[in-house]
C-alpha cells in the first residue's frame, strides 16, 4: 500500500468510486451518497471506463460545491449512450512497473547478484518463504481481529 492510500481512510481505500489523480487530490463519493437517488450534483461516478472515451474529467465551477471534478464530452454523446472516460489504468501500470523495475535491479546491483537469473530465482524463493508464512499467520490475525470486536 502505498504511503497516500495508507493515509486514507478505510472506507475511501476500498471504494470502488475512487479516482485517483490530479496530484494529491481523490475523488470519492461517500458510501451515503452513492445512490442517484442521494447524489446527483455530479454523476462522474457513474461514468465506465474505456481508453476510446466520449468524456474526460476536468474542473468545473459547481454553483453550490465550488470547484469539483466534472465530466467534460470530447465528443458528442447520443442520449441513451454510455459515457466512457479513460481511468488512466495503463499509464498508472506503466509507470508502477517501471518504479519496480528499477526498485528490482537496484536490489539485484546492491546485493551483489552479477547474474540476473540467479538474482530472479533467489527472489521468488523469498517471496514464497514470506508467502508461506503469511498463510500460517491467517488463523493469529483473524483471531485477534475478532478479539478486537469485544474490545
Known amino acids: 500500500m502505498s504511503e497516500r492510500e495508507s493515509s486514507l481512510d478505510r472506507d475511501v481505500r476500498r471504494s470502488v468510486y475512487r479516482v485517483f489523480g490530479w496530484g494529491d487530490i481523490v ?14 450534483a455530479s454523476l462522474g461516478h457513474k461514468t465506465n471506463h474505456a481508453k476510446l472515451n466520449n468524456a474526460e474529467f476536468s474542473f468545473i465551477k459547481h454553483p453550490r460545491f465550488g470547484e469539483i471534478i466534472g465530466i467534460y464530452a470530447t465528443k458528442h454523446i447520443k442520449a441513451g449512450m454510455e459515457i466512457f472516460v479513460d481511468y488512466g489504468y495503463i499509464e498508472k501500470y506503466q509507470a ?28 521468488k524463493r ?26
Open 27 to 40: 475523488m470519492d463519493i461517500p458510501k451515503d451518497m452513492r445512490r442517484i437517488s442521494d447524489y446527483s
Open 126 to 151: 523469498t517471496i514464497g518463504y514470506f508467502r508461506n508464512k503469511v498463510d500460517e499467520m491467517k488463523p493469529l490475525i483473524k483471531a485477534v481481529k475478532m478479539a478486537r470486536t469485544f474490545l
Open 96 to 123: 508502477t512497473q517501471g518504479i519496480i523495475e528499477n526498485m528490482l535491479e537496484m536490489m539485484r546491483v546492491t546485493g551483489g547478484w552479477g547474474n540476473k537469473k540467479e538474482f530472479n530465482s533467489d527472489l
